[in-house]
Nanobody, 120 residues
């Protein structure tokens, strides 16, 4: 059974930092790319960052480029999102996500999310 458990959210002032973690189990973690998404109040869920299976390649949405860093530790089955220079518009619930093909069909899994609030 696939499980993704996010942690590390909280309330931080503008300009501050947070580090999110996503602990994974129930699938072969090191085989698949992983993603962070976020959903702000009243908005659709959007992709934030993605990382390939070995951690050697990452991509970011333009709004977080240069401020956020995605990483993973395949020995610990854990993915991270280091968020620096946080802005009020970064306020959202952050979700980790994995997608892969099982028996010819796409399977997609989500964590429960962790709230990030950037406010003075």
């Amino acid at each position: 059974q696939v499980q993704l458990v996010e942690s590390g959210g909280g309330v931080v002032q503008p300009g501050g930092s947070l580090r999110l973690s996503c602990a994974a189990s129930g699938f072969d973690f090191r085989r698949y790319g992983l993603n962070w998404y976020r959903q702000a109040p009243g908005k659709e869920r959007e992709p934030v960052a993605s990382i390939n299976s070995r951690g050697g390649s990452a991509h970011y949405v333009d709004s977080v480029q240069g401020r956020f860093t995605i990483s993973r530790d395949n020995a610990k089955n854990t993915m991270y999102l280091q968020m620096n220079s946080l802005k009020p518009e970064d306020t959202a619930v952050y979700y980790c996500n994995v997608q892969y093909v099982v028996d010819g069909r796409m399977a997609e899994y989500w964590g429960q999310g962790t709230q990030v609030t950037v406010s003075s």
